[in-house]
């Protein structure tokens, strides 16, 4: 550099902030400037004939290496990654690395960009993006992250003994805190239940690595999450130690308070376990807690889990049943995979049987269509779910109103007048017509001719959305479906089960181009399309990615009482 030009850029290379050398192609430092030095803790002259990828860390990973190797032969114009380095006081930096080459020279440009804030800043919103705010816990969606993660990890091959177990709990007398004593009350209540089922988690995770996880799934539900349990007795030893803490009384703003929780206790190995078969165990042994007189845990029970009730019992009471109000709905969110806003809700029946408990759809709607009886619940149904959209509506005017969803059984198109009932309950209800949604299955919809037909245009020409159920299950038809007055398309959970696993990892790459074209036909053919079964944050991003529009699922939400509905309404789900 002993021209004007070559001095000029010298100085201009030893003055410049940012952290530079130029590099042989035997990836020795020829010059180095001050920044460089002060970055990594040297003087300039020191780092001069030392190999570049020593100081920056080039050789740890066999792609990085290669490709470093490529840019020093010519062969490929640019490498840029992210490094960890440490300063010689002790302190780390992370830095991104650039090399390219310098024009008209056989060096290459060595650059190193301090990133550490950069990095921290995306650390301290991702904290924030995947805890609850009132108690500081994993929130749902690190929950069904790290759950995720638990039941696809080959837990034998790290030495680990391949089971998973889980502590689901409900706070029995939360609500009456909450309302006696204010909201306020209610989340400094939470914040010490949550502190001290940390300490019980921590305890009994002794010994291992970050202990067990403790999350927060919202209201009043924790979860105790066992990764690599040892069996049964783990579990159990666990649900007392976190029913004794909770029972223990609470000095919160001068008040003694006293509160129990009920306890649903699974235990299993992880290999072919789902995280929607270990939730919904989990839940359903909750439920027996709570119907077996609270304050209490209960072990899920295969037998009691697979007693089946007989048809006839079902069938003589389902009728009475109705007119005695042994019915509630539930609400499940639809949340736009977009903007993470809830949408719309799906109403789900259940049935508060006086001698078998709380019953879901699939243990008796097949019952109520054999028998007739569903002409009564789907009316009853019907009217309720959309008594309560208005009600939303009412109670939150400045938020966009949400749709509410109701499945359809083909009888009840046949038995009943499905059209003038709906045009009654919505005069009724006040509800505009575009805030109802019938569900009907793929099969019901596809064999549609004559009456049903008929039924479904005169809905559809009424403003109200017709959308098929369980899509994909079927002898999907697409070309007699665009003659429907269809306009929105339900996939099935078993298309979205394929996208719980991590990029580069799919075991069957063709799962997601089949979702993407059935989206993309959908979506040309105007109607839009919702994803079932959404258990991670990684599916959510994954189907929005391929252009799918609302997600249903655990990610987000199980099905839930409308109060629960209603804290959601204009909120952004923490899901993305």
Known sequence: MGDPEGRDFRAAFDAAHLPMALVDRDGSVVAANEALASLLGS?????????????????????????????????????????????????????????????????????????????????????????????????????????????????????????????????????????????????????????????????????????HLVARLGGDEFALLVEDSTGTEELVDLARSVLAAVQEPFELAGQRLSVSASIGVVERVAEGTSATGLMQAADTTLYWAKADGKARWTLFDPERNAHRMTRQSLSSTLRPAVERGEFELEYQPLVDLESGVVRGVEALVRWNHPQFGTLTPNRFIGIAEEDGSIVQLGQWVLRTACRQARRWQIEHPSDSP??????????????????????????????????????????????????????????????????????????????????????????????????????GTHPNPADETIVEALVQLAHRLGLTVTAECVETAGQAARLRRVGCDTGQGWLYSRAVAPERIAEMIGARTAAD
């Open 43 to 211: 003087a300039p002259g020191s780092l001069l004939g030392q190999q570049a990828a020593d100081l920056v860390d080039l050789a740890a990973e066999a792609r990085t290496w290669q490709a470093y190797r490529e840019v020093l032969r010519g062969r490929q114009a640019r490498l840029r990654c992210t490094r960890r380095l440490k300063h010689p006081d002790g302190h780390s930096v992370w830095a991104e690395v650039t090399l390219g080459p310098v024009p008209g020279t056989g060096d290459v440009l060595l650059s190193v960009a301090d990133v550490s804030d950069r990095r921290d800043l995306q650390a301290r919103l991702r904290h924030l993006q995947m805890h609850d705010p009132v108690t500081r816990l994993p929130n749902r969606a690190l929950f069904f992250e790290r759950l995720a993660a638990a039941l696809e990890a080959s837990s034998y091959e790290r030495g680990g003994t391949g089971r998973i177990g889980l502590c689901y709990l409900d706070l029995d007398g939360f609500k009456a805190v909450n309302d006696t004593l204010g909201h306020r009350v209610g989340d400094r209540l939470l914040t010490a239940v949550a502190a001290r089922l940390t300490q019980c988690a921590d305890q009994s995770g002794y010994g291992r690595t970050g202990g």
């Open 402 to 503: 949400v749709f509410v969803s109701v499945n359809v059984a083909v009888r009840q198109v046949w038995d009943s007048d499905l059209v003038g009932d709906v045009a009654e309950i919505l005069a009724d209800t006040g509800l505009a017509p575009q805030l109802l949604q019938l569900e009907l299955t793929e099969s019901a919809v596809m064999g549609s001719a004559g009456r049903p037909l008929q039924a479904l245009q005169a809905l559809s020409d009424m403003g109200v959305r017709i959308a098929i159920d369980d899509f994909g299950t079927g002898y999907s038809n697409l070309a007699y479906l665009s003659r429907l007055p269809v306009s929105v398309l339900k996939l099935d959970g078993s298309f979205v089960r394929g996208f719980r696993y991590e990029e």
